[in-house]
Structures are given as structure tokens and as C-alpha cells.
């Protein structure tokens, strides 16, 4: 199997009023675990965005209603840990999971200052329909690296996150 690295150099596209489109040496960016992880990570998500587009459903989204869908009643604090969402993330997702009419709120029974979230019958359906749409999604991307390509990558991320530490999305700067 071909290897695909990133280039060392990126050649921008001429933009207004330019006489010659820019080169970016990228030093050893290209070589870097957090930067190729990173670049990897946008291209999954514009896959992802496309993928899910007809339903308006993002990766952040997604992650929240499959959660919910395997654990009715999680308080928000729950998810947004499972997740590593940033708290003030969170509660915006919520709302417009809430807004759409497939997840809801409701008091804690242990704490009222809590609240516990469900999905409703439209976010279980939902739910059901993009479990179609993420296998195909999965599919896609493990065929370009293969079955023991896909299974390795996934070894070695878990790798990566054990070695570090989970994080939260309020680690990245950018």
C-alpha cells in the first residue's frame, strides 16, 4: 500500500491583486503526531459535515445523541464529561438538541439544580436513521486504509490518549 505523507511545502492559490501564489515551507510540521492528528481530525470532519448534511447533525452532535441514546437520564455534567466537552459548550448543543425536538431536559431526582437529558421519540428516530449514515461514513474512510489500517489507527490513538490524558475541548487553542 502507498503511503501518503503531507507535503513540506503548501502552495497557496494567488488571491486578488497577487502576481505569484504563495509557498509555506512547513518545516517539520509534516512530521509532528499533534499536527498530523490535527490535520487529520479537519479532514474526517469535512467528511463527516458532508455525510451528515441532510440531517444538520455535527460530529459534536452526534457524540450527544448516540450518548443519550445508550444512557437515558445522564445528567448534562455526565455527557459533557463522557464527551470532553467544555461545559460552556454544552449547554448550547443542549439547547439546540432541545430546540430541534430531539432531546429534553428534565429535573434531576436527586438534585433539582441538575438536569437529566433524554432523547424524544423524533431524536431516537433520528438517531436510528444516522447510525446508517455513520457506517457508511466509517466504511468510506477505513477503505482507504484498509481493514488492519483501521484497526491499527484506532489502537494507536487510544495509545496516544492513554499515554496523555483524555482532554476536553477547552485544550484547544484553535
Known amino acids: ?23 509555506i515551507d512547513l518545516g517539520p510540521l509534516p512530521d509532528l503526531i ?4 490535527r490535520r487529520a ?3 474526517v470532519f469535512k467528511d463527516f459535515i458532508q455525510a451528515f448534511a441532510a440531517f444538520g447533525i455535527r460530529p459534536a452532535q452526534y457524540g450527544v445523541l448516540i450518548v ?3 444512557n437515558p437520564g445522564l445528567k448534562q455534567s455526565e455527557v459533557s464529561a463522557a464527551l470532553g466537552i467544555k461545559r460552556a459548550n454544552f449547554v448550547p448543543l443542549i439547547d439546540e438538541l432541545e430546540r430541534r425536538g430531539l432531546a429534553r431536559r428534565a429535573p434531576a431526582a ?5 438536569h437529566q437529558l433524554h432523547l424524544t421519540e423524533k431524536g431516537l428516530d433520528l438517531t436510528r436513521q444516522l447510525h446508517e449514515v455513520q457506517a457508511t461514513h466509517e466504511a468510506h474512510l477505513a477503505a482507504r486504509i484498509g481493514e488492519a ?3 491499527q489507527l484506532i489502537e494507536l490513538l487510544h495509545g496516544v490518549i492513554e499515554a496523555v490524558g483524555p482532554a476536553t475541548d477547552d485544550a484547544e487553542e484553535a
Open 68 to 70: 443519550l441514546e445508550r
Open 149 to 151: 489500517g483501521h484497526v
Open 1 to 23: 500500500m502507498k503511503h501518503v505523507r503531507l507535503a513540506k511545502h503548501v502552495r497557496l492559490a494567488k488571491q486578488d491583486g497577487d502576481t505569484a501564489a504563495a509557498t
Open 34 to 37: 499533534g499536527y498530523v492528528l
Open 110 to 114: 436527586t438534585d433539582r439544580r441538575s
Open 41 to 43: 481530525q479537519l479532514a
